[in-house]
């Protein structure tokens, strides 16, 4: 199964100017990252979607677009005992 939206070939030039040559991803990050902003997705889900193997990598993915961490203090401790060892 899969998505398919359908654009101009105008439209679609410009955004394979914008977002280069891989649009399918970038389309998939850019619903991801929406989705956990407004709270629709969860961290878990937004590794299980791009495929990373725990929460630090989800972290970092998300701080790499600079989206905010919803991130409670329970699960700041919670986590602590398993953070790479460079966080330390």
Not at 44 to 63: E, H, I, M
């Amino acid at each position: 199964m899969g998505i398919r939206i359908e654009i101009s070939e105008e439209h679609e030039r410009i955004l394979h100017e914008t977002w280069g040559e891989d649009l399918a991803r970038a389309a998939l990050e850019a619903l991801i990252v929406e989705g956990y902003r407004s709270k629709k997705l969860d961290a878990a889900t937004v590794g299980k979607l791009l495929g990373l193997s725990d929460r630090w990598d989800v972290n970092r993915w998300l701080a790499d677009r600079h989206v905010p961490l919803r991130y409670s203090i329970q699960e700041i401790e919670a986590d602590l005992p398993t953070r790479p060892r460079a966080l330390i």
